[in-house]
Nanobody
Framework: QVQLVESGGGLVQPGGSLRLSCAAS????????MGWYRQAPGKQRELVAF???????NYADSVKGRFTISRDNAKNTVQLQMNSLKPEDTAIYYC????????WGQGTQVTVSS
């Protein structure tokens, strides 16, 4: 079973930056389109960005121009660079294939607050 481990979250002030990383067991990252998702308190989980196996990317309108998704197939990792963070970006962030497969990881908490 594929395991996904997210890291890199934390508390940051508005306008700050964070870089999230996702490590996967097995070689799924080189095969699947991978996405970063987030779930804010009281809201449904949403897709914020995805990257295809060929490197094409797509972003939710709410993060376009601020977030950048990338992947390193050799290291089996996917990253999410988040700049110009806003309080509304506060959520637990998860990675998974797009569409999702298997179980979700624990996620990593991102809190944007002054």
């Amino acid at each position: 079973q594929v395991q996904l481990v997210e890291s890199g979250g934390g508390l940051v002030q508005p306008g700050g930056s964070l870089r999230l990383s996702c490590a996967a067991s097995g070689s799924i990252l080189g095969i699947y389109t991978m996405g970063w998702y987030r779930q804010a308190p009281g809201k449904q989980r949403e897709l914020v960005a995805f990257i295809t196996s060929g490197g094409s990317t797509n972003y939710a309108d709410s993060v376009k121009g601020r977030f950048t998704i990338s992947r390193d197939n050799a290291k089996n990792t996917v990253q999410l660079q988040m700049n110009s963070l806003k309080p509304e970006d506060t959520a637990i962030y998860y990675c998974n294939a797009m569409p999702p497969i298997g179980s979700w990881g624990q996620g990593t908490q991102v809190t944007v607050s002054s």
